[in-house]
């Protein structure tokens, strides 16, 4: 059975160096990174909010092509409105595959910090486009929002699976990845 494989957790956490390497090391695995399809849209750089719009329903459509030949996928995206993830779990359901939400943690404050101090990557394009959206929409007010909207969200989302990120731990953070997916 494939899995569908969300990676959440506050921006700049480093899911999407986790989805990459977990890709990278599980040949057939889709590496579906919403804002990389984003990329692919014309526009996106002027209006990204819009194009994030257009690429919903064809991120869904490629997760639900892929999973319904058996292959897994991971999404590294923050979540944090309910039935956003509920859509994904329903998905799973219709393609027969299983649904596992991992959220990825640092402490508040270090979790701002990172993005803060994340540079930029010509190979993730849309990480100045983000900054300016959350220097627009408040800064750190506005991360600590997400942030705090993502902690209580786990709250109502039991099956959840939560791992602690350090800062520049990436093996050891991808090991707990790999030890949060490992069949019980």
């Known amino acids: 059975m494939p899995d569908l494989i969300l990676l959440n957790g506050p921006p700049g956490i480093g899911k999407s160096t986790l989805a990459r390497l977990f890709a990278d090391r599980h040949p057939g695995t889709l590496n579906l990174d919403v804002d990389q399809v984003r990329c692919l849209i014309g526009g996106w750089q002027q209006d990204f909010q819009s194009a994030g719009e257009l690429v919903r329903p064809i991120v869904r459509s490629m997760a639900a092509t ?16 309910d039935h956003e993830i509920a859509d994904l779990r329903g998905l799973a359901e ?9 959220v990825i943690l640092d402490t508040k404050g270090r979790s701002l910090t990172r993005f803060t101090n994340r540079g930029s990557d010509e190979n993730l394009p849309w990480h100045d486009q983000v900054r300016k959206i959350v220097d627009q929409g408040g800064g750190p007010l506005l991360l600590e929002a ?4 993502l902690v209580a969200g786990l709250s109502r989302r039991p099956s ?3 791992i602690h990120s350090t800062h520049g731990a990436i093996e050891e953070t991808y090991a707990a990845l790999t030890d949060a997916l490992a069949p019980s």
């Open 66 to 81: 892929h999973l319904a030949v058996g292959r897994n996928v991971i999404m590294p995206q923050f979540f944090d409105l």
């Open 146 to 149: 997400m942030y705090d909207a």
């Open 94 to 102: 219709e393609t027969g595959s299983s649904f596992r939400e991992i």
């Open 160 to 162: 959840a699976t939560l």
